[in-house]
C-alpha cells in the first residue's frame, strides 16, 4: 500500500486555507458563534430607551411588594381559593386523562413495535409522529381561546384545550420511551416464539414503567400550571382569580391565590420528585435521608 | 412489628390518581351536567364547524381573507420577528440568572471538606452559608417556575410598559426557575472527581468551578436551555395577549373584533416559527455534540 502520492499534498491555495479554516472552525466554535450572535441580536433589538419603566411604575412594585408581603387571609378569600384550586385540579385531572386516551394509542403507533411488516411500520411511523407534533405545536391557551369562540365558555374547552398539546408531548415520550428499552428481554421472548403484542405487554411495558409514571406525574404537575391560566379567556380556577385581583388593583387578594397556586405546585412536585426518586433510581440515592 | 407498614409512595400515587380522577369526572358530571349535554348537543357541533368556516375565510362573502394577501402575510412575518426576539430575549436573561444563581443552589456535600485552613470563624460558619444559599436559592427557583408565565406578565406590566422586554422578563423568570433547578441537578451529579483533583494541586473555589465543574455541565445544561427555548418559542404567543407584543398582540385583537381570518393566518405564522425553531434547536444541539 503506497502512502499518500506527493501530489495530492495540500497546496497552499484557496482551498487549503478554507479547509483549514473549517477545521479550526469545529462544530464548537460555530455553536458559540451563532449563540453570543443571537444573544447580542436580542439584546439590541430590544427597545430599551422609549420609557421602560411605566410612570407610577416604581410605585406600583413598592404596593405589589407590600401587597405580597400580606396576603388576605379571610375567611371568605380563603373558601374562594379553595374552591378556584379544586377547580384547576379537576381540569388538570380531566383534561390529562383526555390526552391519555388520545397518546396511547398514538404513542403505540409511532413506536413501531406493534407492526412487523417493514412498510407498513413506517408509514404508521412517520404519519403518527407527524400527527403527535402538529397536536403539541400549538400553545394549550391558543386552544382554549379558540375553544370558547367555537362552543363557548364550558369546562371542555378548559379540557379539549389542555388535552391536545398534551397528547402531542405524552405521545412522542410514551413512544421513545417503548423504543428505548434494552433489546435482551424482547430477544428472549421473540425466540420462545412470542408476537409483537406479548413483547410489549411482557417485554417493552414491564422496563418502561417506571419513567412512564414518572413522566405521567410530571405532565400533571405543567397539567396544574396550564389549567391555571385557563382563567384567562374566561374559565374560571386559580388563574381567573389572580386576574381580576389584579384587575381590581387588589394585591393581598392576588397574593392569597398565587400563594395557594405555588403551594399546590409545590406539593405536586416534591411528590413527583420523590415517585421518581423512588421509580427510576430504585432505591434514594442516600440524599434527604441522612439528613 | 411489620404488620402496620405504611402505604408507599407508589401504592399512595395509585390510590390518589384513581381518587383525582372519579373525584374530578365526578364533579363535572354532577356540577357541570349543562356543559355536558351541551357538548351532545348538534347545536354545538354545527357551533364549531361555523368556526372552523370562519377560520378559513368561507363564510365573510366577498372580503378575501388575510392569508391570501401578501402584505398581510409581510405584517405577520414581522410580528413574527418581534416574537422570535422576545424568546431569544427571555432565554438569554434566564441563562444569565441561572448562571449567577445555580452555582449556589447545589446542595452542599459532606464529602467535599473544608480545606483546613484553621478553625477560624469563618471556616466554620461556611458550612452554614453553603446550606442558607442552596434553600433560599431552591425557593425562589420552586417559586418562580410555579408562577405561570402569564401569570408573571400580568403582574410585570404594573411595572414594565407592555412590549418585548416586559413579555421576556416574565417569560425569563419563569424559565429560569426550571433552568436554575435543572442545572444545578446537574452540578449535583457530576462526577467529583475532577474537582478533588483540583483541589489537592491547590486550586481555589473560581478555578474548580472553571476547570472542574463547568467542562462537565455545560453541554447537558446547553441541550436543557436549547429545548426550553422550544418552549419559549411556543409561549411567547401566550404572554404577547397580556405583554401586547408580536403575533400574541395580533391573536388577541383578531379575536376581539372576530376578523378569524386574520386568526387563521397568525396560527398559520405561528406554526413556521415554532417548526423553525425547533429546528434551529435541534441543529444546534448537533452542533453542540
Known sequence: MAGPAPWSLPTPGKGGALASLRRRLNGRHALSVILIGAVLWSVLSADWTSGLIHGGGWAALGDLVSGFAQPDLSGETLGQAAKAAWITVVYAVAGLSVALIMAVPLALLASGTLVRHRRARLWGVSVSRTVLSLLRAVHELVWAWLFVAAIGLSPFAAIFALAIPYAGILGRIYADFLVDVPEAPLRALRTGGAGESVVLVYGRLPSAVADLASYTFYRFECGLRSAAIMGFVGLSGLGFQIQLSLNDLNYERAATFLFVLFGLIALVELWSTQLRRRLVLGVHRGQGVTS | ?289
Open chain 2, 1 to 289: 412489628m411489620k404488620a402496620l407498614r405504611p402505604v408507599g409512595i407508589v401504592g399512595g400515587t395509585l390510590v390518589l390518581a384513581a381518587g383525582l380522577f372519579v373525584a374530578s369526572w365526578g364533579y363535572i358530571l354532577i356540577d357541570e351536567w349543562q356543559a355536558v349535554s351541551d357538548l351532545f348537543r348538534v347545536g354545538t357541533v354545527g357551533d364549531g364547524w361555523r368556526f372552523v368556516l370562519e377560520l378559513a375565510g368561507l363564510r365573510d362573502g366577498p372580503a378575501t381573507p388575510a392569508f391570501l394577501e401578501a402584505g398581510r402575510w409581510g405584517d405577520a412575518l414581522a410580528l413574527a420577528y418581534d416574537t422570535l426576539v422576545m424568546s431569544v430575549l427571555a432565554i438569554t436573561i434566564a441563562t444569565v440568572g441561572m448562571a449567577l444563581t445555580a452555582p449556589l443552589a447545589v446542595r452542599p456535600r459532606g464529602a467535599v471538606r473544608p480545606s483546613g485552613a484553621g478553625n477560624t470563624w469563618r471556616a466554620a460558619a461556611a458550612p452554614a452559608l453553603r446550606w442558607a444559599s442552596y434553600l433560599v436559592i431552591r425557593t425562589i427557583y420552586v417559586f418562580a417556575r410555579a408562577v405561570p408565565e402569564l401569570v408573571w406578565a400580568l403582574i410585570i406590566i404594573f411595572v414594565v410598559q407592555p412590549g418585548i422586554v416586559a413579555g421576556a422578563i416574565a417569560l425569563a423568570i419563569h424559565n429560569f426557575g426550571i433552568v436554575g433547578k435543572l442545572s444545578a441537578e446537574v452540578v449535583e451529579d457530576l462526577d467529583p472527581a475532577p474537582m478533588r483533583a483540583l483541589a489537592s494541586s491547590g486550586a481555589g473555589t473560581r478555578q474548580r468551578l472553571l476547570y472542574g465543574v463547568l467542562p462537565q455541565a455545560a453541554p447537558k445544561m446547553l441541550t436543557y436551555v436549547l429545548y426550553r427555548w422550544e418552549v419559549i418559542m411556543r409561549t411567547t404567543i401566550v404572554v404577547g395577549f397580556v405583554a401586547a407584543s408580536g403575533l400574541g398582540r395580533e391573536f388577541r385583537l383578531s379575536m376581539s373584533f372576530f376578523q378569524f381570518t386574520d386568526v387563521a393566518l397568525i396560527l398559520l405564522v405561528y406554526f413556521l416559527l415554532v417548526g423553525a425553531g425547533d429546528m434551529a434547536s435541534a441543529g444546534l444541539r448537533r452542533l453542540a455534540r
